[in-house]
């Protein structure tokens, strides 16, 4: 036995009941007491530990996205971009790459149904040979604000009113008669894709655009999606309130109970992207997250395919304590200037050192599978054991060196500081021509959703006429269908 070494969960394999300490315990049904009726005795360590223990068993829950799945698998390279990008995991056809996969929904608590009209999270963590990639995306390919200042006060809205803890509409469209770059995600959210039949059958999405740098360190802006092989499946409104209301957990059941069965969830990767150069060509802004880059005009094409065959072992350890971040990236991929994106760089680490502490990395669901080093170290919990005497940089006592140059975007910036919406905003013609794509009885069913929000009594008059002329921005028939319900005329 080596005294000095990290107890593996090898040894957690004693025939008999222990303490942490690992100290035997012999009586595991009755507390230390003075004669059989008590008082119960201070020195009974064991009774101690067992409930200090049981009291800290929950850790503060992720601030939004608190309910989830995860599950592993691997992705596996299925055409060569090796053009486009230096990614070592994206080098050749064939290469795979383990993951692990969390979907959540994004404004309810950790415990609450699934089966709830809300985005869903889309998260992929890529345990490379050069480190972790997160790709952290949702089912939806836009999303509702383009600059992250917004968001604390988005989800505030979102989430239950903090005096009744009620999630209520008023609250909501209030907020968002602000924000009329919200209108393209209200035609995905309140659309018959709003509430995913369950995680397997759902689309994901990037969201952001990101750059791939290739060996010569050429750019290319890039969007990510992931396509369901057994298709996208949604419930409308009355079917869900039957699935929710018969299970709660419906959507973390049919991927736990089809990975046990074999029936393995499979995505394929494909990518839409575009020359830098061309960025100013369009009616959009491509690093607008509102935006969609239409199809049309930047087709898919496929990168590969991720096949989730593993259930975890342990909820605690593989979902509550899974960390992911925008900013974990590898070689080759780097973040666009999108604004959101930039924010997003700093908060879930940020988050994250606060939920799980400073050494959440160490936490086998999120350290690096390839080998590291650096002097980042100590802290609360730090559980790596480190022999070495000189823990600082440059030395000459540490053979260390740096790695070979990594590419990093060499796009240039300019501009003097300010705080600004961005000059294209184009916040309606996307919304309006997603609404005019759907058939007549998904856009009745898109009006009646809309009209609901808007007739939740404390949602006032003003509030009414700035979403009228919101929609009818997006396309007049639809803010005069909406306006209508209310007896109202809308006007842009
Ligand atoms: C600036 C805007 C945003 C901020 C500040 C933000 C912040 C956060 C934070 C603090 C968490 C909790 C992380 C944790 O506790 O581990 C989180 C989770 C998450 N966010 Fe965001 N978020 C933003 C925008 C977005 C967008 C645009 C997307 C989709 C593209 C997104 C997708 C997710 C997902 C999927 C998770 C759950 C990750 C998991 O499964 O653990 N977020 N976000």
């Not at 049981?54 to 055409?79: L, M, N, W, Y």
């Not at 802004?285 to 005009?297: C, F």
Request: hydrophobic share 35%; with cysteine; aromatic share 12%.
């Amino acid at each position: 036995m080596d005294p000095y070494k990290y107890r593996p969960s090898s040894q957690y394999n004693t025939p008999f009941w222990t303490t942490n300490q690992g100290s035997p315990v012999w009586n595991n049904n009755n507390s230390l007491t003075v004669g059989p009726r008590g008082p119960v005795l201070l020195e009974d360590y064991h009774l101690v530990e067992k409930l200090a223990q049981f009291d800290r068993e929950r850790i503060p829950e992720r601030v939004v996205h608190a309910r989830g799945a995860s599950a592993k698998g691997f992705f596996e390279v299925t055409h060569d971009i090796s053009h486009l990008t230096c990614a070592d995991f994206l080098r050749a056809p064939g290469v795979q790459t383990p993951v692990i996969v969390r979907f959540s929904t994004v404004i309810h608590e950790r415990g609450s149904p699934e089966a709830i009209r809300d985005p869903r999270g889309f998260a992929v963590k890529f345990y490379t040979r050069e480190g972790n990639f997160d790709m952290v995306g949702n089912n939806i390919p836009v999303f509702f604000i383009r600059d992250g200042i917004k968001f604390p006060d988005m989800i505030h809205a979102l989430k239950p009113n903090p005096k009744s803890h009620i999630q209520e509409a008023w609250r909501i469209m209030d907020f968002f008669s602000h924000v009329p770059e919200s209108c393209n995600m209200f035609t995905f959210l309140f659309d018959d894709i709003g509430i995913p039949a369950d995680y397997r059958h759902m689309e994901g999405f990037g969201v952001h655009t990101f750059k791939l740098i290739n060996k010569a360190g050429k750019e290319t802006y890039v969007k990510f999606h992931w396509k369901p092989t057994c298709g996208v499946k949604n419930l409308l409104d009355d079917e869900a309130v039957l699935v929710g209301g018969a299970n709660h957990s419906h959507a973390t059941q049919d991927l736990y109970d089809s990975i046990a069965a074999g029936n393995f969830p499979e995505w394929k990767l494909m990518i839409q992207t575009m020359n830098p150069a061309d960025e100013n060509k369009f009616e959009f802004d491509p690093l607008d997250d509102t935006k969609i880059w239409p199809e049309d005009r930047f087709p898919l094409q496929p990168v590969g395919r991720m096949v989730l065959n593993r259930n975890i072992d342990n909820f605690f350890a593989e979902n509550e304590q899974l960390a992911f971040c925008p900013g974990v990236i590898v070689p080759g991929i780097y973040y666009s200037d999108d604004k959101m994106f930039q924010t997003r760089i700093f908060s879930y680490s940020d988050t994250q050192r606060h939920r799980l502490g400073p050494n959440y990395l160490m936490l086998p669901v999120n350290a690096p599978k390839c080998a590291h080093h650096n002097n980042h170290h100590e802290g609360f919990m730090n559980f790596m054991h480190r022999d070495e005497e000189v823990n600082y940089f440059p030395s000459r006592f540490d053979p260390v060196r740096h790695s070979e140059r990594v590419p990093i975007s060499q796009s240039r910036l300019a501009g003097v500081r300010e705080k600004a919406v961005i000059p294209k905003e184009n916040n309606f013609q996307q919304a309006g021509e997603r609404f005019r794509s759907f058939d007549p009885a998904r856009q009745d069913r898109f009006i009646k959703r809309i009209v609901e929000l808007l007739s939740d009594p404390r949602v006032t008059q003003e509030v009414r006429s700035v979403w009228f002329s919101y929609w009818m921005q997006c396309d007049r028939t639809l803010g005069q269908r909406i306006a209508s319900q209310f007896s109202m005329k809308a006007s842009m």
